[in-house]
């Protein structure tokens, strides 16, 4: 298992029982390709330095997962399909 970091920003305009959704689905298919979810940091909403999809502010959410490096691929695949998530970032984070 290698530990990763997710970042991820959703649109503004999606309201609390929807970035909960996100949330949750992200940490599901965490736990069904075998991985842990260590830390989780709700969305925050912030300013962006230029436009995303007509958007000019976001909102942003942190997850600390490990997972066995043949599943991130099936994880990238589910964060793509996520129409909320406009743009998303992974790190392999220093074990």
Request: hydrophobic share 35%; aromatic share 6%; glycine share 6%.
């Amino acid at each position: 298992m290698r530990p990763y970091e997710l970042m991820y920003l959703i649109q503004p305009t999606a309201d609390e029982e929807r970035l909960t959704a996100v949330s949750d689905r992200l940490q599901q298919t965490i736990g069904t390709l075998g991985g842990k979810v260590e830390k989780v940091a709700p969305p925050v909403r912030r300013r962006l330095a230029y436009e995303i999809a007509h958007h000019r502010d976001g909102q942003y959410g942190v997850i600390e997962y490990s997972l066995p490096p043949s599943a991130a691929r099936e994880l990238e695949r589910t964060i793509k399909l996520t129409e909320d998530i406009l743009r998303h970032l992974v790190i392999r984070r220093d074990e």
